[in-house]
């Protein structure tokens, strides 16, 4: 069998699955959830454009080199007019935020401080943008956005990241409903995006009697009663097409309707002889115009409550890893965030169905919903995530008062999930075939009143290198990383090498090479 070991040059490594670890022995991998900050919230509304507040919702966090600061986008809806609008933040630390005086965009015939170009159809004005870093990219392209509109997906370029201009080609791409991701995959070379679709399932008319069990995709519809116990819905239906573009036509289904659950604030039902659930979908493009290869790629299962559905996943590259943060909800009316991960973007694991973050306390802006993580901001040894957070549920009523804001959240860096012993036994991880340069490696562990020990092992499985024991919680040093210290260590430099982390009464996160300065 040929070996192929992994290269993560310095990119950490993750110990999620056997991606990473060949094996275990007397350990288990427990998730960690992020924390809130008591300083919460960190951005509230303080502009007349910012409706009932602000939050983040399919918008991103970017750092900008050229500027030496971090600026968030994010999104308001105002319900005098029922446009959702869309603004930036900036912070040169990552924990202070300011409002930029641009004066783009006028509110109300009055100029704003820092809400952006809405453009046509400026009730649907939030987008996700994306860096494009390739050196050929034009300078007037080089910030690439894209939004819903009930026309279809439309585009935009912009020099600075704030003043945009729309394509005249737009609408340019049919498939996605009212929620987008979009990002850069260096891996492919392409951009991708992740993107809501409505997955309906039910019994349609056989046309002599009967029922015939069917299950399509739509972008959007529209539901009207029908005759003799059914329902009509009408909308843009998706039809896949495996390694093509996906079509999209207009369609009136019949449903059979028996038993159906109340509306859960989006139009559809999650419960009944029919239902309507939020999945998300991908697709790739070059050119960010056109976009191809639509595939449905997570979506509730068996595991999951039957009513929960998936709102929006937010993805995020840490090393070998994709990091998928979903925003899902059910007939509860809360929005929440899970922990969900993949090797190519395409194929997901979802281990845990625990909360990553959790709603707030009763009467906390956060209370009702949690949405939509942000890019995370690394931190000395934590991640920073910023997040959207509403004191209200999503099936409330339409005239029901409610505000947004935005909160900050933390968790470990590299720490989404630790290896733990099961007791108080020696435990054993084992990693796969690694290629890099383990004379520096560096370890992200919990070791206070514990004790760790790092093995280099040969392709023959000789140990060729032993560390001293690690005894303290890698979070005092520089990055979370602690650089390994070796007591044995041979001169002899083999292809490719495995990593044996012995450990008692520790946790362990990820390891790496190449010891790290601090974030």
Excluded at 179 to 195: E, G
Excluded at 309 to 317: E, G, K, P
Excluded at 416 to 442: I, M, N, T, V, Y
Aim: glycine residues 10%.
């Amino acid at each position: 069998m040929t070996i192929r070991p992994l290269e993560p040059a310095d990119a950490p490594v993750l110990l999620l699955d056997a991606l990473t670890v060949a094996a275990s022995r007397q350990c288990q991998l427990q998730p960690q959830r992020a924390v809130r900050d008591p300083a919460n919230p960190v951005i509230r509304k303080s502009e007349p454009w910012e409706g009932n507040g602000p939050y983040t919702w399919g918008t991103r966090l970017l750092w900008r080199a050229d500027l030496g600061r971090y600026d968030l986008y994010y999104v308001a809806w105002d319900p005098a007019d029922n446009h959702y609008r869309w603004g930036v933040a900036c912070s040169d630390d990552g924990l202070t935020w300011t409002r930029p005086e641009l004066g783009i965009e006028p509110y109300a015939g009055v100029a704003t401080r820092n809400q952006l170009t809405g453009g046509p159809h400026p009730d649907k004005a939030v987008r996700s943008v994306v860096v494009d870093p390739r050196p050929e990219c034009p300078a007037a392209e080089r910030f690439k956005a894209i939004r819903f509109t009930y026309d279809g997906e439309y585009i935009a370029w912009s020099a600075d990241g704030y003043r945009w201009h729309d394509d005249p080609a737009n609408p340019v791409w049919q498939a996605p409903s009212d929620i987008i991701h979009a990002m850069w995959d260096a891996r492919i070379a392409r951009f991708v995006a992740y993107f809501k679709l409505w997955c309906v399932v039910g019994e349609t008319p056989d046309g002599v009697g009967g029922w015939l069990p069917v299950t399509r995709y739509f972008r959007a519809f529209t539901l009207h009663d029908g005759p003799d116990g059914t329902v009509e819905l009408c909308g843009g239906e998706v039809c896949l097409a495996p390694g093509a573009a996906a079509t999209v036509r207009t369609t009136v289904l019949r449903l059979r309707a028996a038993g159906q659950a109340a509306d859960d604030g989006g139009g559809g039902s999650l419960r009944g002889a029919w239902h309507s659930h939020r999945v998300i979908a991908r697709a790739e493009s070059t050119d960010w115009r056109h976009w191809h290869h639509e595939e449905i790629v997570l979506a509730c299962d068996g595991h999951d409550r039957a009513d929960a559905n998936i709102q929006y996943l937010f993805v995020h590259r840490h090393g070998l890893y994709d990091i998928g943060i979903l925003t899902i909800h059910d007939e509860r009316g809360h929005f929440e965030q899970q922990l969900a991960f993949s090797h190519d973007g395409r194929r997901w694991s979802r281990p845990w169905r625990s909360n990553l973050l959790g709603l707030g306390t009763p009467g906390s802006f956060d209370s009702g919903m949690v949405l939509a993580f942000t890019d995370p901001i690394e931190h000395q040894s934590q991640l920073l995530w910023y997040y959207g957070g509403f004191d209200c549920r999503h099936d409330a009523p339409a005239n029901a008062p409610w505000s947004a804001a935005i909160g900050r959240a933390s968790m470990r860096r590299d720490g989404f999930a630790a290896w733990q012993p099961c007791g108080p036994e020696p435990a054993e991880l084992l990693s796969q075939p690694l290629c890099g340069d383990w004379r520096r490696l560096w370890v992200n562990a919990a070791a206070d009143g514990g004790s760790l020990v790092v093995e280099v092992l040969d392709p023959a499985g000789q140990c060729i290198a032993t560390s001293r024991p690690l005894t303290h919680d890698s979070a005092a040093d520089p990055a979370c990383r602690a650089a390994v210290v070796w007591q044995h260590c041979s001169s002899y430099d083999p292809a490719w090498i495995q990593l044996r982390v012995r450990f008692t009464a520790a946790q362990v996160y990820a390891f790496g090479f190449g010891h790290q300065p601090p974030g």
